[in-house]
């Protein structure tokens, strides 16, 4: 009998749901955008109505719909959901109020009682596990950011005012879990909204960073894992909480008692990316038409062209300013009438890559080591001209991930360990696992980059003097 397992990965932009077989390979898939956020004022981001339920059950509905197997042969579901959104529900587990995203700004504050309805704060994993399972537990694995959760040990802190800084009581915080541990099974009422079979166990993961690494192999401190998503971060692994680290930071990873080092990174990394497509508009449409290619993959052959370091022209990603320094913009320097629109879309791509260089070698220095190979995942690693570019600015090899949807593959690989079909991480690892293309460093477009590198280090220096004075007046 063939085993299968399903892989929830609810991501910023959309859910996406696939089918595994044991040995890691995508049977079928489902996919169903998220809606656009509600911002009803400043500061406040939130998933509109019941987006994230809705989303999961219209992406199982479409992967079950495509899976060519009999339903009984599949085992379970590992659950993967955004990191850092914060769920507030009524007695009954429904929701008291929407979700806030990643991006609210009260997801970095204590929570604050307002609504008489609330009874329960929990994650967007913990919020999808009660739909799905009825159960009010979670994965201590999605706990990063404002939550009475001892780092040390994963569990409740005992520290009643470690607890009051935060605003959580116990009796509002559900129960937890480690990863590849069952978090329950579906019931009857989630086996009709998501297509997925009635009993299935659920399985706990972590947060979507630290599944998508599990998908992509990372397990040694040598490696460093570039997520090419909304947000855009490197990461590596390592087996200690590190609390006064200042070039990091540390995230739960997917293995119990590991811990994920991820480096400063770019909000809106590949939405910027997006941004450009979108900015040149019916030229590239009509290109793209004409050379019967996507536009984006009209874009990367036609930027492929333009030299590295884009004849001067730098850009800086701060389209979503950094929390800590909210007066920063985006800005495109060095014009002097060379550059054409695909300068402008290689430029964005070259920041991603220096901007990440910069960022990762601050980290590894912290860490007291040196990254030998980069991997890379997420959508921006289809393109070949992104993997060119970072394996020249970083100077070593890059992998692209052996699978487009790593969280997927990792909250899968979950799953087989804690329902038994491999012992433990490492076996499922090797089993699930597999590289995809390795791109190396030119030599010459290296010493292009590594001497762009030290001007472009230094750019918020000169600009941030000027963006605090326009926040001023525009904010």
Known sequence: MTRYLIGIDNGSQSTKVTVFDARGRAVCAGRQALRPYDTPRPGVVEHPDDDLWASVGEASRRAMAAFPGDPADIVGVGLCTIR????????????????????????????EHTDPRARWVTTSSGYVTHRMTGEFRDTAANYAGVWPLDPDTWAW??????????????????DLVSPGDVLGRVTAAAARHTGLPEGLPVVATANDKAVEALGCGLRDSGTLLVSLGTYVAGMTTGPRHLPDATGLWTNYACRPGAYLYESGGVRRGMWTVSWV??????DARTGAREAGLSVEDWLNERAAEVPPGCDGLMTVLDWLAPTDAPYRKGGMFGFDGRQGPFHLYRSVLEALALTLHDAAGTMAAELGTSFTRTVLSGGGAGSDLMMRIFADVFGVP?????????????????????????????????????????????????????????VYGRIRERTDPLYRESYALFG
């Open 398 to 454: 890059a992998h692209r991930a052996g699978v487009t949807d790593a969280a997927g593959l990792g909250a899968a690989l979950c799953a087989a360990v804690g329902l038994g079909t491999y012992p433990d991480f490492d076996a499922a690892t090797d089993a699930m696992v597999r590289p995809g293309r390795v791109f190396a460093p030119d030599p010459g477009n290296q010493a292009v980059y590594a001497g762009l590198a030290e």
């Open 277 to 282: 497509r979108d900015l040149l508009g019916e």
């Open 84 to 111: 850092f959104c914060r769920a507030v529900l009524a007695e009954d587990g429904s929701l008291a109020q929407p979700v806030m995203s990643w991006m609210d700004d009260r997801v970095s504050r204590p929570y």
């Open 157 to 174: 802190t005992e520290d009643e005012e470690a607890r009051a800084r935060t605003g959580m009581p116990r009796a509002m915080l559900f």
